[in-house]
């Protein structure tokens, strides 16, 4: 009974302080490595999202939205003057071991200019 009820425990607490990767991307800029990846909200009621922007050594920390335009195929994730479109064609909801092209501007890198980075979404079905 111990057992079950510990294991009971540990499983819910995991879950709850649990920081789901969303979407992950890289790609590189002038010769640096950049590395992106959008938390998953909790609870899912909360319409921000945790983004962290990792070039070389240095992070960048943000606040964004999700946008989707389920017609194009596309999903848009901005705010903080950061913006992420992901082009999901020809898939219409993003699919695991699936990787997708995205734009990515950030006033942080490239002093805003566009730059293409490839994504996963490693929780998708």
């Known amino acids: 009974m ?3 009820l510990m294991t009971a425990i540990y499983l819910i607490t995991s879950n709850t302080y649990a920081a ?3 979407i992950e991307c890289e790609g590189t800029a002038d010769g640096q490595n950049v590395f992106l990846e959008i938390e998953q909200s909790f609870p899912s009621s909360n319409v921000f999202k945790s983004v962290r922007l990792s070039v070389n050594e240095e992070t960048f920390q943000y606040q964004v939205t999700l946008n989707t335009y389920a017609g194009f195929n596309q999903f848009n994730y901005q705010g903080s003057g950061l913006r992420l479109e992901v082009d999901m064609w020809p898939d219409s909801h993003p699919r695991w071991g699936s990787t997708y092209q995205s734009t990515l501007s950030s006033p942080d890198l490239n002093h ?4 293409t980075l490839n994504c996963q979404f490693p929780n998708a079905n």
Not at 112 to 115: E, P
């Open 2 to 4: 111990k057992f079950l």
């Open 20 to 22: 789901l990767n969303e």
């Open 112 to 115: 805003g200019s566009r730059l």
